[in-house]
């Protein structure tokens, strides 16, 4: 699922308000201070998709014009109402009909935006009126995750198999080094309209059991009364001195009994439980360090707000899902608010893939995060909002009115750190992912040999290009030698704005040299016989294609038998070039070092070039 387009006439202060969204990216972020609009855009994507959702003819919409348009699966969808009419990929139309929406909208609200809390409410409601009968745990449109939900995730987080990344994942946030095998399940009786509220009943009779409840409730409870161990009676698990239900659930039981349910589906469960009012408790004994032990009910909101995108993620990877986060960050302490983003690209690869995150923030420690990602800052350009794409030092200093900044200076200084702790030269890249792909290649082609040069990640191409022309990096290393490897796409023109160019072949790396100092920025190598060579180069012209080439290092793997999975043909690709799909740093840490060294001749190159120019050991 990805949003592509959005456009809405007039709600609160968005007035002929529109937004883009081009690439793959699963997280955009909007910023901006309070009152910008950034919880007004989404509030009005819920009243879209709450109008799409409930769609019929004749029914009032929501009350502005909107256009909307998404991917799901390859397949692009663009819906217009305007003056209550509604077209679907142009053609006007009286029903939804076979339209492919998103499965869900997944909505977690921090409790401050009182608007959405009651959207959600409002939601949550006509849920529990369908779910109190159905013999089927549906999922409801719109699902809501807010702070109350906290109990109920890390229990299902905990219960998953201990193998489950996402699971790993919160355990190392949140200190916990093991788990009690029991989940402890506190039920009280439904409201009004579930159940009779009679005082009296008998727990023995079956037909009473968990006071009569039916439907998918009754049947989720039965399948988790089989994994209770022990013996055990209907009765006693009843509490008749408070009204409650108390079931012991082996953890080692719940995986093998819901073994062939999806994460998704048991969530369903639980969250129909919820709905009906029944859940009063739920925890499960941890361990931290020291061997404190404590129940799960013990971690505060603000150390499991960090995770709430993890937990949502792997919950629901096998829907295609928009979800909308309003200042998730709030309450961090500004130690969590930095680490946040980066929690975030450690999604799962199919959560990136199906999940499409929406999320607001006017926190400038999360901003001031050393990540790539997209961000807009939402200004008030007179009586509406304008969405524009900054640099991160405008937009940090936008959100703190100057008390919190993060300029080019700070970046250079932590460069200068890593530099200053070596006397070897140094190959800088892109990002971390290629610094991993490049040592396990070095590893692989030189097992025996040690690297002459320290390999440093500079952030992203433009980053890179300006360390390698600062005349200040040169002055205080002197006889040093620096190099930069530049993806071969959009990165060509910093590389080509290095220095002079060198005479070397794609298949060597092209090389251009600062004409004053002993700076080398590197193009990608590019082997002769790779398939999507002709991304780069172009035989009318018997020449490459510049900036417009597309070829980043993970695609120096397109030919390796059994990683035809990592790649796809770009939808927005004329030519129907390839892009890589997935997680880079996760390929590169997990995924390539499987690899025999054979498929990585193609840096040999790179590595070649580097050790001859440094010299003579």
């Not at 201070?33 to 929501?62: C, M, Q, R, W």
């Not at 059994?562 to 590169?588: C, H, I, L, M, Q």
């Amino acid at each position: 699922m990805r949003l592509r387009s959005v456009s809405i006439k007039r709600y609160k202060n968005l007035c002929d308000f529109s937004l883009d969204f081009k690439g793959e990216e699963f997280i955009d972020i909007f910023v901006g201070k309070n009152g910008s609009g950034k919880s007004n855009f989404l509030e009005a994507l819920i009243e879209i998709f709450d109008h799409l959702y409930t769609f019929s003819a004749g029914k009032v919409g929501p009350g502005f014009n909107y256009s909307i348009s998404w991917d799901i699966a390859g397949k692009q969808t663009e819906l217009i109402w305007r003056d209550g009419q509604l077209s679907i990929n142009g053609k006007t139309r009286k029903h939804i009909g076979n339209t492919t929406l998103p499965a869900n909208i997944i909505v977690y609200y921090s409790g401050q935006n009182g608007t959405v809390s009651d959207l959600i409410r409002r939601y949550r409601e006509s849920y529990r009126r369908t779910v109190r009968k159905a013999n089927v745990a549906d999922m409801p449109r719109f699902i809501g995750i807010g702070p109350d939900y906290k109990a109920m995730l890390l229990a299902l987080m905990l219960m998953m198999p201990e193998e489950t990344r996402a699971r790993q994942f919160l355990c190392a946030k949140l200190g916990i080094e093991g788990t009690g095998g029991t989940t402890w399940l506190k039920l009280r009786r439904p409201g009004k309209g579930i159940v009779h509220q009679r005082d009296a009943f008998d727990p023995f009779d079956d037909g009473q059991l968990f006071w009569g409840v039916k439907g998918v409730a009754r049947l989720f409870l039965d399948r988790l009364m089989e994994c209770i161990v022990g013996d055990f009676t209907p009765g006693s698990l009843y509490a008749r001195d408070t009204d409650t239900y108390r079931l012991e659930i082996d953890v080692t039981k719940f995986r093998e009994t819901f073994a062939d349910t999806s994460p998704d589906e048991v969530f369903c469960q639980f969250n129909a439980l919820r709905a009906l009012g029944m859940i009063e408790d739920v925890s499960i004994p941890v361990r931290l360090g020291a061997n404190v032990e404590v129940t799960s009910r013990a971690f505060s909101d603000g150390q499991f707000q960090s995770i709430y995108l993890f937990a949502i993620s792997e919950l629901f990877k096998n829907r295609e899902c928009l979800t909308l986060l309003d200042e998730p960050d709030s309450f961090l302490h500004p130690e969590w608010q930095y680490d946040f983003l980066n929690q975030v690209l450690q999604i799962s690869e199919e959560a990136a893939k199906t999940n499409h995150f929406l999320m607001s923030s006017h926190s400038a420690s999360t901003i001031a995060a050393k990540v790539q990602t997209r961000l807009r800052l939402f200004e008030m350009n007179g009586q509406t909002v304008a969405p524009t794409q900054k640099e991160k030092s405008e937009i940090i200093d936008s959100l703190s009115a100057g008390l919190i900044s993060f300029t080019e200076q700070e970046a250079q200084l932590n460069i200068e750190q890593v530099v200053g702790a070596s006397e070897k030269p140094v190959l800088f890249t892109e990002g971390v992912s290629d610094v991993a792909i490049l040592e396990m290649a070095w590893k692989k082609l030189y097992p025996v040999r040690p690297r002459r040069f320290d390999l440093v990640q500079a952030f992203d191409c433009g980053f890179l290009r300006k360390l390698l022309r600062r005349q200040e990096l040169y002055q205080n290393n002197v006889g040093r030698k620096f190099f930069g490897l530049f993806d071969f796409d959009a990165g060509y023109d910093e590389w080509a704005a290095i220095g002079n160019q060198q005479n070397r072949s794609l298949r060597d790396g092209l090389v251009c040299k600062h004409q004053a100092y002993d700076g080398y920025g590197i193009l990608l190598p590019i082997p002769d016989g790779l398939s999507v060579r002709n991304q780069v180069w172009n035989p009318n012209t018997n020449s490459t294609y510049g900036g417009q080439s597309r070829l980043t290092i993970e695609l120096l793997f397109k030919d390796v038998p059994g990683f035809e999975g990592f790649f796809t043909v770009d939808p927005k690709s004329p030519a129907g070039w390839y892009r890589f799909v997935g997680n880079k740093v996760r390929f590169a840490e997990e995924t390539v070092p499987t690899l025999d060294s054979v498929h990585f001749e193609c840096f040999r190159p790179l590595f070649e070039f580097v050790e001859q120019t440094i010299g003579a050991p």
